[in-house]
């Protein structure tokens, strides 16, 4: 329903090219296909509310109308991209036009409303069943939706800092100290095609018996149809010093995987067989 396997999307456009991706000026990209009529609909209140910024209702339709200009092509763009390169290529992607950040986080969250659940509402969940004390590093935040869940300390880490709290750096090489955190989550981040240096530093970054949880988008684990076996990935996870603690494969759209950290073992993630993640790439809406 939400997300598919695709060609890339170079290989089906039929429409006129828009702008190029690398533009920096985002402003004069093009409306994208499925919110072409919502930006017609607003031109008339649009042009009113460059007028009067005092007015809340002209505020909201130049956040509608912000929206209506990204374009889903530029959001599955951006996501093939960020699917199929290493976390460093990734950090200088964005450090390029960090634009393109927000423009991903656009598309992401249209994506992600058509889930009947967010992953990240469940990892919510399950930390406030926990201390509040626990320290959470949380991997790939995106909009640090996590920290702002729980009353927790929660380190957010991103490639692009949109909030104060946010550390930007690639999340295989964070300034977190060694065993410094009690609980490491991944919600769907584990994009990188470098994931398990990924996971080797929330290892360092754990302390001993720290959790480690990770939700991804179920057809990454679907055999029958190119992904990963799960259990492959659990244990490739285990030998880089985690215990598998449950697999959690009753959501429609994402597993969620839970580990704790063992002891001072730690293989460096090259003697580790890791299954390849195939990307997700979602469709046109
Ligand atoms: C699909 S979003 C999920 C965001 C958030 N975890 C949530 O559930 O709302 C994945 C996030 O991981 C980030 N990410 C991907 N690779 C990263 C890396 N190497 N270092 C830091 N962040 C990364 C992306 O920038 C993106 O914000």
Redesign the pocket.
Known sequence: MTEEEQPPLSHKRKRPRRRRLKARDTSQSQPPHDANNINKNNKKSTTQSSKSTLNPSSSSSFLDKMKAKLSGGHFRMINEK?YTC??DE??NY?QEDPSL?NM??TG?QQQ?QYWPE???NIIIKWLKDQSPSLVVT??????A??AQGVPNKVHS????SKHPSVIA????KTPLDSSSADVA?????L??INYPS?LQEAHRVLKKSGWLLI?EVKSRFDPSNGGADPNKFSRAICSLGFTSESKDFSNKMFILFYFKKKGKHNPTSETVEWPELKPCLYKRR
């Open positions: 960020l290493t976390g990734a950090l964005f950040f991903y986080h992401y992600m967010q992953p990240v949380d991997f790939g935040c995106g909009e939706l996590l880490i991103d490639l692009v750096c690639d999340m295989a989550v991944f919600c769907l981040s994009m990188g990924y939700a």
